[in-house]
């Protein structure tokens, strides 16, 4: 029994030895960071000055919306005969949280299920919800959250041979896209003009 708890007592000393090293590492690291000229630089020279910290600012706004655009370009729109299609029945039509959009569950003969974003236009909501617990075909696309994860959002809705929600933005979505396609190089460029600004009027402090 001795021997079993001094293994146990020796094996725990030395998780906490490597715990302890790990952050020794890191913070020599962080050490060694701090001492580079880029770190002089971008953080103690850049920092005395406001100019600087207002181009930090328009470079985290040029970022986010460069990231918002290469997100755009992951997932280009697809015309009405390339969507995803399911038949099922809908089962729940509920607002998520505060947010502007609806989530909707679509039940499949199967077994399984779909949770689909949806945006209905004015008068849609009503008829989807008086649908609700009825076979239904739902016409849907995968899209990419800026947080980096897909989600299926509702394009079209047929019911008894009706289209009650109608996809009729694709071209409107083609252009948001094509505008992406220019709006992401530039900001790339535009952060690394800031930035390059930045290094040239401060590296010399």
């Known amino acids: 029994m001795n021997l079993g708890n001094e293994k146990e007592s020796k094996s725990q000393v030395e998780k906490l030895k490597a715990r302890a090293n790990k952050r020794l590492d890191s913070i020599s690291m962080i050490s060694r960071l701090r001492k580079t000229n880029l770190f002089n630089v971008f953080f103690v020279n850049a920092m005395k000055r406001r100019l600087p910290r207002l181009v930090y600012g328009l470079v985290v706004l040029v970022s986010i919306i460069g990231?918002?655009?290469?997100v755009e370009l992951f997932y280009p729109p697809k015309p009405f005969?390339?969507?995803e299609v399911v038949e099922g029945v809908i089962g729940s039509v509920n607002r998520a949280?505060?947010?502007?959009?609806?989530?909707m569950t679509i039940n499949e003969k199967d077994?399984?299920?779909h949770l689909i974003r949806a945006?209905?236009?004015k008068g849609e909501e009503v008829k989807v919800i008086s649908i609700v617990g009825k076979d239904a075909t739902i016409f849907y696309d995968i899209d990419l959250h800026p947080f980096m994860y897909k989600y299926k959002t509702l394009k079209s809705i047929k019911y008894n041979g009706e289209y009650i929600v109608i996809y009729d933005y694709y071209d409107r979505s083609l252009k948001i896209y094509n505008v992406s396609k220019v709006v992401f190089p530039i900001s790339v460029v535009l952060v690394f003009?800031?930035?390059?600004?930045?290094?040239?009027?401060n590296r010399k402090q």
């Open 193 to 201: 003009f800031l930035l390059f600004l930045v290094y040239m009027t």
């Open 97 to 103: 949280g505060r947010r502007g959009y609806k989530r």
């Open 81 to 83: 005969e390339q969507l």
């Open 67 to 70: 990231h918002v655009s290469l």
């Open 119 to 121: 945006r209905f236009k």
């Open 111 to 113: 077994g399984s299920s």
